[in-house]
């Protein structure tokens, strides 16, 4: 069997969320491993919730992050179309097929009915389903109303009794008691399937082995289940991955931690780390260590590792891990990243002569810019106010010193001697004066890269 994997993103977000880059990692991950193919589906049938420009952005944002896929609506493939709103009428049949063997069953309810009822349900502290009025409509009575214009949608008709079971690789057996599987919707009214009669249709007939996807979709694979055998196919193999968590442990969310992939590439994360620290989510590298690469991670990956402890995503962690990858770069490399990363705007040379002196402080690209900024811009903004007598201080210090770091650093201790002031206090002074900030790379060093004439430029009163 040829290991096929997905991801089946819906266009519903600004962006790649950042749990759906994490599923696409493990779903890439594990094709890799395989010798198969990993590809991207777009579920485009909630046409309510559809954004504009929402599927190209998550393509590029699978693209930074260095997880490509073999097929997908920009690539194309054998079993295109990829994109659910180009393949209506296959479902409409599938559909169609199902009321032909009684597995599903038109439903002519208002919206206002299946209101009162679910309000019902609330109050009577049921949990919320269609109570299957339509279901007890007979057959032709119920074509004949299809065929007048009557307007409908399609159910999937559970079974009333026994039990719907699968495994899951990672989780082992899951059952559900067919009394509380819905009667979901499969058709809308609007000709669009809902997602359980698109996601079974499409995995079937891309040939998706494996799915692999969040544990949210737990509760919806019986009903994906009963449409596999009610349409005589072959099951896949089930993965659900556990939710990505904030620090409280409740469900990733915007309200509590960046969740949109352009948010990292922004701010100056390296794709490969944050590739490295998704991984450490859901799964862990058999001899423990933190740091791998994604080939590391192929060589060494099997579902069975994948984690069900709810993982914690922690900025901090990532941060920590993304500063690391920065330094583990020869000059070269590292510079032209940050070359690019400001769209050129700060010579080469110059970016690599800064490096040794902020590395050490760096976590994310974009703090690049407010370490070591002064090298290229005099502050227009200063964190403390300098006094104005320690800065003629440390100008006369200077203004007639060998621009070398043990000069300056004799010079200005002698200068503060003589007038009874505090070196710490000058050269703090003398920080703030060029730099704006209480806090930055090793000062003397960054003077002699900054050069004379800009030194003393900004030390003026
Ligand atoms: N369209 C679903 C989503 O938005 C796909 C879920 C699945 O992987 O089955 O994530």
Redesign the pocket.
């Known amino acids: 069997m040829t290991v096929r994997t997905?991801?089946?993103?819906?266009p519903?977000g600004q962006d790649l969320h950042i749990g759906?880059a994490y599923?696409a990692l493990i779903n890439y991950v594990f094709a890799k491993k395989s010798g198969g193919q990993f590809i991207i589906r777009i579920?485009d049938t909630d046409r309510t919730r559809f954004i504009e420009g929402s599927e190209e952005r998550i393509l590029s944002s699978l693209e930074w992050l260095g997880i490509p896929h073999a097929e997908g609506p920009d690539t194309g493939g054998s079993f295109a179309p990829y994109r659910q709103s180009e393949r209506l009428s296959l479902y409409l049949g599938f559909a169609n097929k199902l009321i032909e063997s009684s597995h599903a069953y038109y439903c002519f309810c208002t919206s206002e009915r299946l209101e009162i009822m679910r309000k019902d349900q609330e109050s009577r502290k049921l949990p919320p389903m269609y109570d299957g009025l339509c279901k007890h409509i007979p057959k032709e009575e119920a074509q004949e109303k299809v065929d007048e214009g009557a307007r409908y949608v399609i159910r999937l008709d559970v079974p009333e009794t026994g039990v719907t079971n699968f495994i899951d690789v990672v989780r082992g057996e899951i059952s559900f008691e067919n009394t509380l599987i819905d009667d979901q919707v499969l058709l809308k009214s609007d000709g669009y399937p809902t997602?359980h009669l698109g996601?079974v249709v499409d995995?079937h007939f891309m040939n998706i082995s494996h799915?692999i996807?969040?544990e949210e979709?737990i509760s919806?694979t019986p009903k994906h289940i009963l449409l596999y055998k009610f349409f005589g196919w072959d099951l896949p193999v089930f993965a659900h991955v556990s939710l990505l968590r904030n620090p409280d442990k409740s469900k990733l969310s915007k309200r509590k931690n960046p969740v949109w992939a352009s948010w990292y590439k922004d701010e100056g994360y390296l794709p490969e780390a944050v590739r490295n620290y998704l991984a450490t989510m859901a799964w862990a590298f058999p001899d423990g260590r933190d740091i791998f690469s994604t080939d590391e991670m192929i060589a060494a990956f099997t579902l069975e590792r994948l984690q069900t402890t709810a993982p914690v995503f922690s900025l901090e962690k990532l941060r920590w891990m993304n500063g690391e990858y920065l330094r583990s770069y020869q000059l070269s490399a590292i510079s032209q990243k940050l070359y690019e990363f400001y769209g050129k705007k700060y010579p080469l040379e110059m970016i690599e002569k800064i490096w040794p002196l902020v590395r050490d402080r760096m976590k994310t690209m974009k703090e690049f810019e407010s370490l070591a900024g002064f090298f290229f811009m005099a502050p227009k903004e200063y964190e403390i106010e300098v006094q104005k007598e320690l800065l003629e201080l440390v100008r006369n210090a200077l203004i007639s010193c060998e621009w070398n770091h043990d000069a300056m650093e004799t010079s200005i201790r002698k200068e503060a001697d003589s007038k009874g002031q505090k070196p710490k206090d000058v050269f703090m002074t003398l920080r703030v004066a060029v730099t704006g900030k209480t806090v930055g790379p090793p000062l003397l060093e960054s003077l002699e890269l900054l050069g004379k004439d800009k030194t003393l430029s900004r030390l003026v009163i």
């Open positions: 997905r991801i089946a993103p819906s519903t759906n599923t579920e997602y996601v995995d799915i996807r969040w979709w919806s």
